[in-house]
């Protein structure tokens, strides 16, 4: 496969420019041989329509890692990968999760319907949890191939990058054993708060889903529904400006949060 070529390649040129004291050369070529992830924020958006585009992109991935299969076998050349990050907020909307229970949303069809939520199961790991205004909803796409092949991994991976955003506003983000996601640390109430909801699926190491970070995000339509499945009266939900007290710039935590997944991720962004 071409990721794995590249793989090779680069550890050649290294130990080559290492041995020769390039070092000018070397930064350059681990440069170029970073992987290149296309950014998009699509804006407000119904679920079902960007649900539709992540699996489109899913599937343009997965044909290109079948091609490049039958190319390496023919020794001919292959295609280079192509990663995406979206960004994006949605329509109020419940997700459950294929793990998730019915019994953790509180309200009947029909008051879904009368307050004008939708509701969609889908085929990310996890239980329940809310999309709506003023949360960053995050969906890599990446061939982990290109990356590394650890599930667990890339979980951590997407929580350090919302725990390292939070940081730059002066809060700390911890992980909560036995619960996927992004909690804040009791205060003198003994209440774990959590600010950012994780759940992912993947296909041949091809990544969809992502997470729910809240930033400014109507917390009301968490109650109802049991968020996450998690029905602990020492655990709540949370954002960033229920913390900081006043509203949040969205578009400059989108930067930070760009910026952390490209320096955790080691990839460049490919600006078309």
């Not at 599937?59 to 994006?88: D, G, P």
């Not at 459950?96 to 029909?110: Q, T």
Request: charged share 25%; with cysteine; glycine share 6%.
């Amino acid at each position: 496969m071409v990721c794995d070529g590249l793989l090779q390649s680069a550890n050649q040129q290294i130990n080559n420019q290492v041995l020769s004291k390039n070092y000018n050369d070397l930064q350059v070529f681990l440069f170029s041989q970073m992987q290149k992830v296309i950014f998009k924020d699509i804006g407000r958006i119904a679920y079902q329509k960007a649900w539709d585009y992540q699996q489109s992109l899913l599937n343009k991935l997965v044909a290109i890692k079948t091609h490049n299969r039958e190319m390496a076998k023919l020794e001919k050349t292959q295609t280079s990968q192509k990663h995406y990050l979206l960004f994006c907020e949605h329509d109020p909307v419940y997700t459950l999760g294929k793990s998730g229970s019915l019994d953790n949303v509180l309200l009947s069809e029909a008051e879904l319907k009368e307050k004008g939520i939708e509701f969609f199961k889908i085929n990310r790991g996890g239980d329940i949890t809310f999309h709506g205004p003023g949360q960053i909803v995050g969906y890599p796409i990446f061939d982990l191939d290109c990356f590394f092949t650890d599930i667990h991994k890339y979980v951590r991976y997407l929580e350090e990058v919302i725990i390292r955003t939070i940081a730059e506003y002066d809060l700390t983000g911890v992980r909560k054993e036995g619960f996927t996601g992004v909690w804040l640390e009791p205060k003198e109430n003994a209440i774990f708060r959590k600010i950012c909801a994780i759940g992912v699926h993947l296909s041949r190491w091809v990544t969809m889903h992502g997470f729910a970070f809240n930033v400014n995000t109507d917390l009301q339509y968490f109650n109802n529904i049991i968020p996450c499945g998690i029905n602990d009266e020492t655990k709540t939900v949370t954002s960033l400006e229920k913390e900081l007290g006043y509203e949040i710039d969205i578009e400059e935590v989108k930067s930070k949060l760009r910026n952390h997944f490209a320096e955790l991720f080691g990839f460049v962004f490919d600006e078309i």
